[in-house]
Each structure stands twice: as C-alpha cells, then as structure tokens.
C-alpha cells in the first residue's frame, strides 16, 4: 500500500514536469469555445440585422448583403473554432491529461485507443461539445452549399448560429470540458491515472452508436432551420422542401442507425436478454424519430398537393424541440433511467433555451400564417392524401404516448405527491396496438391512389393482402401459435399473431405494386422481370426506395414480434454439467479467469449440441474493469435466422467458485438488424435522383422508345 | 356476378375465415402457464436496476430472490393477484408496480392516450370531411376539365395513370 503511494506520488511527480502542454492544450480548447461563442453571437447578430435589412429594404451604412456574408463567414469560422476545442479534448485524452478533470473521470491510460475516442461523449461536457462541434459541421456544409440559395441559406444559417450560441454558452458558462481539477496549478502533481470510462461503454458499438444517435438529433436543426426561416421570409412555393429533403432523410437515416445501434448495444452488453426496455433515454430518442417520419410523409403532401403547410411546419418543430427534450432528459437527469450517463444542473439551461425557441415558433407562426395557406382540398375520405393524414395521426399518437408515458411520473408525483413507475407493461398495453395499426397504414397507403378511388380498384389492390392476411394467421395457429393460454387472452401471443398477419399482408401489397410496375415495363420494353423492377426503382427512385425502406420496417416488425416467444433458463454449470434450451444442449468445458491491463475476465467454455451433434462453441464472459472498480457481462450469442441463442455470465457463486449460467433463446431477433439493413438500403435508393425522361430515353433503343414514353412520365 | 351475389360471396368467404380462426383458437386453450412469470413481469426489482422483477439479471441481487420469494409466498397462500400486487404497494410503495393502477389519478396515465388518438382520429375525419366539403379548388376543376367526357378515354386514363404508378407516385 505504501509503494503504491509513493508509486502513485512518483508518477505524479514525474508528470508533472511534461504537464505544461496539457495545461497549454486546456487553454488552447477554452480559448477555442470562447472564440467560436463570440463568432456564434456575431453571425447571429450580424445575420439577423441584415436580413432585417434586406427585408425591410432600409439603407445602412453597410450593405447588407456584405454584412450577411460577413456573418456566414464568422460561422465556417466558427466550425474551425469548435473543431480546435473538440480536437483539443481528444488531444487530451490520448495524452491522459489527468489536470482536466473531465479526463481524470472519463479516461484511463489502459483504454483501448477506440474508447478514447468515446470518452469524448462518455460525460456531460463532452457530449454537448460533440453536439456543438456536429452542428458546426452541418452548418459548415450549410454554409458552403449557401449559392442554392442565397437569401434562405443566409436565414437557415443565422437560425443555426443561434443555435449554436445556445450550446457554446453553455460550455463556456455551465459545463466546461476544460475545467482543471480543483486547486491545481501549472507544473503540480496530478493523479497517476484516471477513473476509467464507464464499462457499458466499452464496446465497440459504443464507438459509433452515440455519433450516430447525435448526428440524427444535431441534424433535425438543419430543416428545423430552413423550415422557420422559410417562414420567417415567406419563402414562395414549396422549393425550400425539396433543398431540406436530402437532409432531412440524411438526418432521419442517422437517427434511425443510432437508435438500432443502441438496441443492439443494449442486446449485447445489458445481459438481460432484451434490446428495448422502454426507459426514458430510450424514449427521448424515438419520439423526434416518430415526428421526424411523419414529417417525412406529410410533406409530400405539401410539395404534390400544397396542403398541410402548417401541420409540417409544426411537425419539424416538434421534431426540434423533441430533439432538446430528448438532450434534456438524458443530461439532467429530470426522470431516473437505466443509462443516463450524466447527470447534472444544466436542466434550467435548456428549459430556457425551450422556452425561448418555442415562443420564436409561435410568433413567427402567427405573424406569418397566412403565408401556409392550404392551396387545395381533399375529394375522398379513401385516397392517398388521407392514408398520409392517418398515418401522420398514428405516428403523433405513439409519439404522444411515449411521451406522456415517460413524463407520467412525473406529473404523478406533482399531483398525488407519490411517484408511480411506467414501465414495459404499459407501453406494451398501449403503444404496441398504435405500432401495429401504423404497420397496417404502411401497407394500406401506397395502395390507395391520390386524390380518389373506387370500390373496383380499392378490390383489385386489397384482395392479394387480405388473403396473405388470414394464410398467415391460420398457418400461425395451425403450426401451434396461438393466443390464448389457460382460458384466456395471452397479449404477447395475440399480438405476435397480428404482427405476423399485418405484416405479410404489407409485404405482399408491397411486393405486388413491385411486379405490377415492373409488369407494365417489361411489356413494353422486353425486358425481364428483374430488371423492369430495376428500370422502375431507378425511374421513381423516391417512391420506390420508399416501398424498400417499408419492407425493412415490417421486417423488423417481424423480429419484433418473436419476442413473444422468448424462453430462458438459469443454472449453476460445473464441469460437464448440462442444460437445455429449444433445440440446443449446453455443456461446461470449463471455466477460467484472464487479465489484461484494462480487466480482469472470468469466462465459461461451453459447446453447444444440438441432436447429440457438437455445432458450434460459445464463451460468456463477466469482465471487471480495474480503473472504475465496476463489472461488465460479455454475452456470447449465436444468431441465425430462426433464432439467438444469447448466453450470458451471470457471475460465480461464492459458495462452489462455479459460473452461473443464464441461456436465452430469443426467436427472430436477427429480423431486426436485417430491417435496418433493408431500411439504410431504401433510404439511400430513394436519396439516388431518378431517371429523368430525356436521361431514360438515352438507353433505350429507338424503336422501343415510343412506346415508353407513358411509363416515363409516370410517377413522380 | 350480380352485385347481391358478389357481396354474398365475399361474406361467406370472411366468415369462413372466422369460422376457421375460431376452432384453432379453441385448439390451444390448454397450455399451462407461469403465474410467478406473469406476475414477477408486472413488478419492478427494487435493487435500483429499474429493471422487472422478473427481468432482473443481478447475481447478487439482494432484493430479487426476495421479492420473488414473497411472491412465491403470496401465492402458496391463495391470494389473488391483486392482493398479491396490494401487498407489494403497502411494503415497497407504489413503485414496486411496473405500471400505473387503474384507480385515482393513475387512471388517467391509460385514458390520456386513447383519449388522444380518439380526439385526433375523429378531428381527422372531421378535417377530410371539410376540405371534401369545400369542393375542388382551381386546379382540380382544371384536371376535370381537360379529361374527356367519354368513358372509354377516362377508362385508358385511368389505367395509365394505374400502370404507370403516376397516380400514387410517393
């Protein structure tokens, strides 16, 4: 003990004659936040006045238009200053500058390089550096793209940098990253090493997960941007959507991987054999997720039809504020959650900045809401514009739910004084029958054409679904599915069976407008099947990609659903003990312990037989990681399509020195990963420009160019 | 096929259907289950892992095997469930349930979002009623206008408009 501390006092020592250029590289990053405050406050100023200028028509000393690219040119620089402070906090990190006690906390000098990087967004000050330093890069690109159009650019531009004051602020003032651990001084002794990054947070997902989730959050203020400035300047026509389109499903696509990362992240590294559990972080990541692909249906309503200017208006500022609530819950701890990494003061910060965004909504709505009159009118109940109606209605209904479900404590505890908790069984009750009418609207809405349609065609395009419908569902029940256990209702089974009956009538409605399309251009072009469906996605890439992304949300509503069907079981697993599970057999090699700088392991080798036959081997694991003094379970699992089998370490028991094993066999969960998959591949099908007529026509041979003169101008 | 004889058809066919869904349901009405399941899945752990009582993965745990305990008490002794979840309250308070009661104020966690989707759902219809009611604007008479009065031409148009996917273009 007493060589540990003069080592300890030593190395400290020692450190402290090459710690100037940490203390230097503090300096530098705080220097950086504050110039890139100053920058931020000057383009929105700047900005602000010159568009107030330009609008107003009023002459100035200076001309505005100067005046609006001086204030564009503050925020590239800007970027440049953000990006100075976030390179310094890594800098930092790898050269474990335990002086900064944002470091100190978050780091270790045996972290594996990768989870260096993720000590950047491990703690409070460093993620909202990375909320800034991600916004700055959208803003530099916003800023660099400004010439698609100038006045609106310089809008959206000047809203960012407010933005951006917002978070700079409160780095600067409320969450330094660069705060010097107390009473330190330059050339002092500092900690020979630090507490370590917090173990659920060493996985490799956990490197690529959080940047994604804020990548999603941080990009809904681009189209928050352009949406409000567009109103602000009552931008003509609906040019400004088709500008934001790109980012908004860029921004929707990172949200969506962040949010499945985190699942698979919570599948992997939690050991409790789920990947969603509906806490409140989880939560706040969805419901900007739900508003954000509402807006991305109902806008298409905006640029077809000229409707519904205001409701998507207030949809990407819901998906903005959401975005902050979201930040808020997860940051200031205002509701309990299983991984709320950080925890702090900073709640009141970002109920003003709330507060103020949504007053500078509301006014600028109602000064300007003349300007989001509706240009035309509906003509049927049953028709493309109401399916987007309804489904703009089931999506704000779940998003409502959740959030009413996340804020219930809350408001409970204000009204009765006692807090209640809502978990899992009453979002299952709740959410989970809105989620499955939402997936029938997926299938139901492309069938139905624009405008109106007739019982003959509502015939023509529903009979094939429904049959898929009820095959399913007696095939379900034939092969021992079925809902209802010991006389009465079992909801995880019932639902398990709509999901599947849904979500087969969906996939064939959306396989056979597939074929139907592909049917027509493979007549007249001779072509073969596969490639007039190729012909056909690549000629309405938007509308099609969008059919892709739908296939890959039933698929993953088919992973879903298997949870249903989830089994486990717990034993004490001596040498060649054994235990069963579905199909497989598990039997104990052995069990051993490892160590490495970073952890010490205990691990079981178990070989898994399925029919007397050994198949394949897996190794759980139970980790304790020797900086932060806190355990982690490595779970081993064995994915195929049918099924995971998900075996997890649970720990030793004290009294035998044997592991105790838990086995899972969860059905389906593969499906899930595999939507993402189908859903990232349609979002960037539909990002691709279609085929224009003139393009088209270039590939086609003359002769057959006449006749497909129809088919190219249909769709978009 | 008239249309009378169409429409009984087709009723026929969906209460084949029923018919078919029904005896299969009573096929299963048989499986035994776990109560201690159902019920440690209604619970919370009170460890501070804000997991389920019967999601709890803690080895070591030292409120799991207890809890589950007590259950497994509660319900040798024949109490019904709702004694049992009575009993949780009056020991750990209202947060050992997973959910909000159906009584008093938490009553409204379960009405305030169907109450929501219901008020949304009927101003929907109410809305598509409207703008229906309002007619065709300008461009919508113009379409009229320009299609043919003749059936055979609004038969072809409307079949390009299907083949060619123009009238549900995304």
Known sequence: MENELVRREVTGFSRACDNHSGVLMATFGSFCLLIALVLAAYNLFAGAVALRLIATGRAARISPERLADTARRAGIAGFVAVTGAAFALIWSVFTNDFSITYILEHSNRALPIPYKFAALWSGQEGSLLLWAWLLGIYGFVLRLRHKTDVKLYAYAGTILSGIQVFFLAVLVFAAPPFSLLPGYVAGGPIPADGNGLNPLLQYPEMVIHPPMLYLGYVGFSVPFAFALGALMMRYPGEKWIRITRTWTMVTWLFLTCGIFLGMHWAYAVLGWGGYWGWDPVENASFMPWLTGTAFLHSVMMQERKGMMKSWNVWLIFSTFLLTMLGTLLTRAGLVSSVHAFAQSSIGTWFVVFMGIVLAVCIFTYILQRGHLKTEHHMESLVSRESSFLFNNLVLLTACFVILWGTLFPIISEYVQGTKVTVGAPFYNRVAVPIGLFLVFLTGVGPLLPWRATSFKAIKRNFVLPVIALWVTVIVCLAVGVRPWKDGSLDSGSFYAVVAFAVAAAVLTAIIAEFLRGAGVISRQTNRNLFAATWLLTRRNTRRYGGYIVHIGVVVVVIGLAGSAFNRSIESEMGLHSKMSIGPYTLECMGFTQDSNQNYNSDYAVLDVDQGGKKIFQVTPERRFYLASGQPQTMVAIHSIPEWDLYVVYEGTNPDTGQPIIKAFLNPLVGWIWFGLVVIVFGTFVALVPSLTPATAALRVPAAKAAPMTPVLKGGD | ?170
């Open chain 2, 1 to 170: 096929m008239s249309l009378p004889s169409r429409l009984k058809f087709w009723t026929r066919a969906v209460e084949a259907c029923v018919l078919v869904v029904a005896i299969c349901f009573s096929l299963g009405a048989t499986t035994p289950t776990s109560r201690l399941n159902t019920l440690s899945h209604q619970l919370m752990c009170q460890c501070g892992c804000a997991q389920l009582l019967g999601e709890c993965d803690h080895v070591g745990c030292p409120d799991r095997d207890k809890e589950l305990s007590e259950l497994t008490t509660d319900m040798a002794a024949g109490m019904t469930d709702q004694q049992i979840m009575d009993a949780f309250v009056a020991k750990y308070g209202a947060t050992v349930l997973a959910a909000p009661t159906t009584k008093g104020f938490d009553l409204v966690a379960w009405i305030a979002p169907f109450a929501v989707f219901a008020a949304a759902l009927l101003g929907t219809i109410l809305l598509i009623r409207r703008w229906g009611g309002l007619g065709g604007k300008p461009l919508e008479a113009a379409t009229a206008g320009a299609e043919s009065s003749d059936p055979a031409d609004r038969e072809r148009l409307e079949r390009i408009r299907r083949e060619t996917g123009s009238e549900s273009g995304f």
